[in-house]
């Protein structure tokens, strides 16, 4: 267990961002499902549209959320834990005891179904198939004759989390019911839920309420849940007042819209919120500073890089690298403190103390200083180099932050105005000039919210991170082009006219893992992977398919001019190479292409392949052609060919 | 590759430029010397072993080239010939150059001199030509034959730069009163020799002055990607657009240089005296360098197997496959099968639909920035993408667009925005987050505060009233950076980017160059260019100081006394959102004693009721005797991390009330009893976790009560 410290360190070598300020806490997420199994939870809800015939009910919604979150951190947070206990059912089982023990059970009708620990393939299988297969759902999500105490589920939680995630920053309970008052006026029950809520939070776990509304009754969080439910996390004190819509009832009366609501809602819960930086001034001018709290809230997601396995074992079982720094002269083991920092510089070492070389990037304390404001429109769209950095108020170093901050938020949404700031993010991090501009709230279709709202911090690039453009020739096209242009790019908006990055996921983040996922249960590997970024052809084709043959044939017509033009102006020189790529892209009109000067290479090509002469092709013909066709054209003759087969033959 | 470069520079070393003038501090050569060191040192910076350089010194005692049998050639030394110049070639040319005891020596043979050092050196070639003469123009100079070297100068397109402190220049406007005709009189000939060439000629004064403007490194373009910019499937469909373009990168982040490891060698650093080993002595070592060798890296493996001892068991790098990890479950890769998690892609830039700009929100840009433009020299294709951008423009409109760069690669999804300026038109293109990409925190709005029972309220301490919102307006509007043009008409202009320097860059690298110079000297402080936008402008400041200071007073924002954060005792206990006394039902509950299985939630629940230190005390107590029962019955490192939550809670608690002491006895005596074995076994382990999680003393900056300096908490650490 001790070990998962020594990959924060590595971690943070590596991305010097992703700093935490928790101390002795290690920077992990554990969240634990607690599902109740109740004869309203496994009511099925028919779909009100008669063509979708799903028979969602309550609880298989929730065992796919608790599945579908398994997957997603897999990928996306690899080291958290999650774990799913049922509770509310027949059966009961805890670790070593079931219901063949001997003794008392310890958490009667409480079923851990998936120990909370960082998932196992064989664990994402077992829950798949309590989702999919029917029989085996059936004996397990069998609910018990006998109530369950709340109390006793709390505490079963408790010790879950106390010997499987202890020194975790952040450990959530989610708990899924459609029940909102477990145990009526029975007050003695009620109490000591209570308490055993009050020793969660105390130990810093969050419950997290996910409630579900029956069908003729609406959950009521007053009658019990409010009870146990704590307003502020014990782990975040500064973290703003509750947030009403986290426990928004899921209200839907038919299974998918169940299903989604369900989703959506956990999806906005799937990782806990991991502040930046905290409490950092904000300065709006001498001497008037208010705290800010600082968020990534987009980051590339990269795939985890690739690892040793030890295939000695039983099992394949990875192996820890553990990187000692040994002298290049005596090859002795050095220790941190022995360590100088040098630069190279014409061939030889410059030295600087270790005083000397933090000095270098002091530029004094971490500050958010406004240096003034501008509109919007002063931004141009190249200048980022970047993420943004989502920044929002705290009240703990200075009350009244946050009204303040407010009011600069509006009033820079309101006026389109945006702000220069001065941004030191940590001591040694070194000054970066930045821009601060308003973002609004967004909400989703079911309420929950996408974007909050707040300032975000642009990093604008300085003079010696601007590229030159290089020269370029250009020929303006003319209005009647653009006007044909122009009536394609109507044709093809995506829905809202808006960019959604939730319809796009990464698709070879996804492919990676979804053959890791087949190899790992030996499952067949998929043919072919579910791209969501390929555009859609075929309604491209359908949608703007006339209008791209009415712009082709301008652009033939005004290229053909320009060319005659030219020529005329140019009798006497020879003409300039670029000609000759344009010169190839005139095929004869025998279909329309719109192609735009790529050459009638492909045509070549062709030809050679069904004579069986491609290699009298020249290694650069061929390299023309791999490289039109967005393949790689790095090698030999010979490979260049054999690439080149291959291609052609799959083609025809 | 950049261009080959050879750059000869004159320096007067005569015993004129020794003296200091018009109330410098520094003698003209130490200031010549600036310039010439931050041109050496920058050409050194750069690392590359064709940009070369030599020195010739002016008015030297002795006579050192070539030329030097002819009598106006005498007092001319070569001090190093063209060649890269490296640290060792700095430090001997800081020696040779100093003050001589003559006057004599003629520039305009330096001059003749060094043209024939390139002409020798370069040959016909190509290289980029430079002659740089600093002088102060006193002493003879010979007018003859200057057509001859203008020819020259000219036939080998070298450029030729001439400065000299206290030179006249109009343009700049330094005239020196009181000129001693002869330098009057070379100042006019150097002139029009620099003139005739095409040269510079200017004053030293402005020289200096310009190094404080950082210089910007160009970087040759580089496509990033040369291929299709695609709509439809042309593998599929005939209605399919292709035009073939170029990527080049617009915005790169320039990185400062990273400093290396090194440690002293171990015939140093074990004291031990002299004898040179048999290890392998890098070319060139300073005095300093030469104690150092570099750090490596050694990595080895492991894994677990509970036979061992120790519980790990150490595996040699060609027994390990390669794999991933899937959750905690190992998934091993052959050989063969190496590529089988890549997704198969092809190179291409495809169009994937249209947005609307205004409906885009601008913080969404994920990376930095590159240009698109149509292949070059192909007419067609900047036809048709020219439709294409201005179609986007006139549309307002970006494209969402799908790029593979090369086969195999990931695809990216990219925004495409139109640029059109008068000679110039291209897309430019930024990184848009994937879904994965997104990390949805949330946060209550800005703009009013839902209440727990879900009504809405509009007026509360959090949100600003109409007071503070009027006077955040008139503050804001009073601090509009306005730029204004030559008439003083106001103009609008982009956030700074083209004379805003990376301080960090620039600082590191004036750093490295001043300590190569001078090696005892210490780091002049940063350039004042670098933090020029680090306040607010002085002028803006004026104009806004009536509104910040009503702004200040409506905001009536106050400062949280330090001693006010964290402090529990006179705080109300926590409440769930009923608002319901748990703690009554907790009294009522008489937890006597703390249950090592749920010690966390009582200990501070004990505390929290605790009417007497002795309830304290003894709370304490049982939490020690409950941290080490779990340390005696941890299988190697099994309980480690409740332990150190355990030693966390404590400390954090005993923090807030206030009774640091009883933490720090408790930790001076578990370190003893941790390091002397007394708690099954050896437990180094969790002692070097102890000191990682900062699990220390207590010491006076955390609680005020607290006896213990920083020291003493630092050496309690450290001590094994």
């Not at chain 1, 039109?628 to 025809?652: D, H, I, P």
Request: with cysteine.
């Amino acid at each position: 267990m001790a070990d998962d410290n020594y990959n924060r360190e590595d971690d943070v070598v590596e991305e010097e961002e992703e700093l935490d300020e928790t101390g002795y806490k290690s920077v992990r997420d554990a969240v634990l499902f607690a599902i109740e199994v109740s004869d309203s939870m496994l009511q099925p809800r028919p779909s009100a549209d008669p063509k979708k015939r799903s028979q969602e009910s309550p609880a298989t919604a929730a065992l796919k959320c608790a599945y579908h979150l398994m997957q997603q951190r897999i990928i996306s947070n690899p080291r958290d834990m999650i774990g799913v206990l049922l509770y509310g059912t027949k059966q009961s089982k805890f670790y070593d005891e079931d219901e063949s023990s001997r003794g008392d059970l310890s958490y009667p009708n409480c079923y851990l179904f998936t120990d909370l620990d960082i998932p196992s393939a064989h664990e994402v299988l077992e829950l798949r198939s309590l989702v999919e297969d029917e029989d085996e759902a059936k004996d397990i999500l069998e609910p018990s004759e006998e109530p369950v105490s709340m109390a006793n589920l709390l505490f079963c939680a408790n010790q879950i989390f106390t010997s499987k995630a202890p020194n975790f920053v952040s450990r959530r309970l989610f708990i899924v019911t459609d029940n909102d008052n477990p145990h009526g006026n029975n007050k003695s029950l009620r109490s000591a839920a209570t308490v055993r809520a009050k020793d969660l939070y105390d130990l810093g776990v969050i419950i997290e309420l996910f409630p579900i509304s029956q069908v003729d009754h609406e959950f009521d969080t007053s009658k019990f849940y409010d009870d146990i439910i704590y307003k502020a996390s014990p782990m975040d004190p500064e973290a703003p007042a509750y947030l009403k819509p986290e426990s928004k009832t899921t209200d839907a009366h038919d299974g998918i819209s169940l299903l989604n609501g369900l989703l959506s809602s956990i999806n906005s819960r799937s990782v806990p919120r991991r502040a930046q930086f905290s409490n950092m001034s904000l300065e709006l001018g001498p001497n008037f500073k208010i705290s800010v709290s600082g968020y990534i809230l987009f980051k590339r997601q990269e795939s985890a890089r690739s690892c040793y396995v030890w295939l000695g074992g039983e099992k394949p079982q990875i192996a820890k690298g553990v990187t000692t720094q040994i002298a290049e002269d005596s090859a002795r083991t050095i220790e941190k403190w022995e360590i100088k920092k040098a630069y190279k510089f014409g061939g030889d070492q410059v030295c600087f103390t270790p005083d000397e070389q933090k000095g270098l990037k002091d530029f004094g304390e971490p500050v958010i200083r406004i240096i003034g404001f501008k509109p919007l429109s002063a931004l141009p769209f190249w200048a980022n180099v970047k993420h943004p950095l989502f920044i929002y108020p705290s009240e703990e170093d200075y009350v009244g932050s946050t009204r303040v901050f407010s009011a600069l938020y509006q009033k820079l949404l309101k006026d389109q105005k945006a702000a220069l700031v001065w941004y030191i993010a940590r001591k040694t991090a070194g000054p970066v000039l930045a821009v601060m501009m308003a973002g609004e709230e967004k909400v989703d279709e079911n309420g929950v919210q996408k974007m909050p709202s707040g300032l975000w911090i642009i990093p604008l690039p300085f003079a010696d991170d601007v590229r030159q453009n290089p020269e370029a020739t250009l020929q303006v096209a003319p209005e009647s082009l653009i006007d044909r242009m122009r009536t394609i790019v109507q044709q093809l908006q995506l829905p809202k006219g808006v960019y959604d990055p939730q319809k796009y996921p990464n698709p070879s983040l996804q492919w990676h893992y979804r053959i890791l996922q087949a190899l790992a249960l030996d499952e067949d590997i998929p043919e072919k992977p579910d791209d969501k970024t390929l555009p859609k052809y075929r309604q491209i084709d359908k949608r703007a398919g006339d209008y791209v043959f009415e712009w082709s044939e301008e652009l033939d017509k005004q290229y053909n001019q320009i060319t005659a033009n030219q020529a005329k102006m140019t009798t006497l020189a020879k003409r300039p190479a670029k000609g000759d790529a344009a010169d190839k892209a005139a095929p004869p009109a025998k279909k329309i292409k719109a192609e735009a000067g790529s050459g009638n290479i492909q045509e070549e090509v062709q030809k050679h392949f069904a004579k069986g002469t491609l290699s009298k092709l020249t290694v650069a013909s061929l390299r023309d052609y791999l490289a039109s066709q967005g393949r790689a054209t790095a090698g030999k003759k010979a490979e260049l060919l054999e690439r080149v087969e291959e291609l052609l033959e799959t083609k025809f | 590759m950049a261009d080959k470069e050879a750059t000869v520079y004159i320096v007067d070393v005569g015993k004129s430029m020794g003296q200091r003038r018009n109330g410098r501090d520094i003698t003209d050569l130490e200031w010549a010397m600036k310039y010439i060191w931050d041109c050496i040192t920058n050409t050194v910076a750069t690392g590359r072993k064709m940009a070369m350089l030599g020195v010739i010194g002016l008015k030297t005692d002795g006579t050192d080239n070539e030329l030097g049998d002819e009598s106006h050639f005498s007092h001319i030394s070569v001090l190093s010939e063209i060649k890269q110049f490296l640290m060792s070639d700095i430090r001997e040319l800081g020696e040779l150059i100093k003050p001589s005891n003559v006057d004599k020596g003629d520039a305009i043979s330096a001059l003749i001199l060094a043209i024939q050092m390139i002409i020798t050196h370069c040959k016909k070639l190509k290289w980029k030509r430079k002659i740089v003469l600093v002088t102060n123009g006193m002493g003879r100079m010979n007018s003859e034959n200057l057509e001859d070297i203008v020819s020259k100068v000219k036939e080998d397109n070298i450029e030729l730069i001439i400065l000299g402190p206290d030179f006249d220049d109009a343009e700049y406007g330094t005239k020196e009163e009181d000129k001693d005709p002869r330098k009057a009189a070379n100042e006019a000939l150097l002139r029009t020799v620099s003139e005739q060439c095409d040269g510079v000629f200017g004053t030293l004064e402005q020289a200096v002055e310009e190094m404080a403007t950082p210089r910007v490194k160009a970087v040759r373009p580089v496509a990033s990607f040369k291929g299709f910019l695609q709509l439809g499937n042309p593998e599929e469909y005939d209605t399919a657009v292709r035009i073939p373009v170029e990527r080049y990168p617009r915005t790169m982040v320039a990185k400062p240089p990273t400093a290396s490891q090194f440690v002293l060698r171990s015939n140093t650093a074990s004291g031990e005296e002299g004898q040179e080993s048999a290890t392998v002595v890098p070319e060139s070592q300073p005095e300093d360098g030469s104690s150092l060798t570099n750090v490596r890296n050694l990595r080895t493996y492991q894994v677990n197997d509970e036979s061992a001892p120790g519980g790990k068991i150490d595996i040699e790098r060609d027994e390990l496959a390669k794999g991933y990890e899937y959750g905690r479950t190992a998934v091993h890769i052959s050989e063969t099968d190496e590529n089988i998690t890549r997704l198969e892609t092809t190179a291409a830039l495809e169009l994937v639909g249209f947005i609307q700009s205004e409906r885009y929100e601008r913080y969404m840009h994920l990376s930095n920035t590159h240009i698109i433009i149509s292949s070059r020299a192909n007419d067609k294709a900047s036809l048709a993408l020219s439709s294409f951008i201005h179609a986007l423009f006139e549309l307002e409109s970006y494209a969402v667009a799908r790029l593979v760069t090369k086969e195999n690669k990931p695809p990216i999804l990219v925004l495409l925005a139109p640029s059109i300026e008068p000679e110039y038109e291209c897309l430019l293109e930024v990184q848009l987050p994937f879904a994965e990409d997104v990390r949805t925190y949330r946060f209550p709005p800005l703009d009013k505060v839902v209440t727990v029972s879900g009504k809405v309220v509009t007026q509360h301490r959090n949100l600003p009233n109409d007071d503070l919102l009027n006077a955040m307006d008139k503050y804001v509007d009073s601090m509009e950076l306005k730029d204004t043009d030559e008439d003083g008409d106001l103009i609008d202009t982009p956030f700074p980017i083209e004379d805003s320097f990376s301080p960090v860059l620039h600082r590191v690298n004036a750093a490295i160059r001043s300590r190569a110079i001078h090696p005892s000297d210490p780091i002049p402080p940063p350039a004042k260019i670098l933090t020029q936008f680090s306040q607010q402008p002085d002028q803006l400041l004026q104009n806004a100081d009536r509104h910040l200071k009503n702004l200040m007073e409506v905001a009536d924002v106050k400062k949280v006394p330090p001693k006010a954060k964290g402090r529990k005792r006179a705080r109300e206990p926590e409440k769930p959102l009923s608002g319901l006394d748990v703690d009554a039902l907790l009294h009522q509950e008489k937890r006597v004693r703390i249950s090592p299985n749920n010690a966390i939630p009582e200990f501070k629940q004990t505390l929290a009721q605790a009417e007497t230190i002795e309830t304290t005390k003894d709370a304490v107590k049982q939490m020690r005797s409950i941290i080490e029962d779990q340390i005696r019955n941890s299988l190697g490192d099994a309980n480690y991390d409740r332990v150190t939550e355990g030693l966390g809670v404590v400390r954090e608690e005993l923090i807030s009330y206030e009774e640091p002491g009883h933490y720090n006895e408790f930790i001076t005596e578990l370190k003893e009893a941790l390091l002397k074995e007394k708690l099954g076994g050896d437990r180094r382990e969790l002692w070097w976790l102890v000191k990682r999680s900062k699990l220390g003393l207590i010491e006076q900056r955390e609680s005020e009560l607290s006896e213990v300096t920083e020291e003493e908490a630092k050496k309690f650490l450290s001590a094994q």
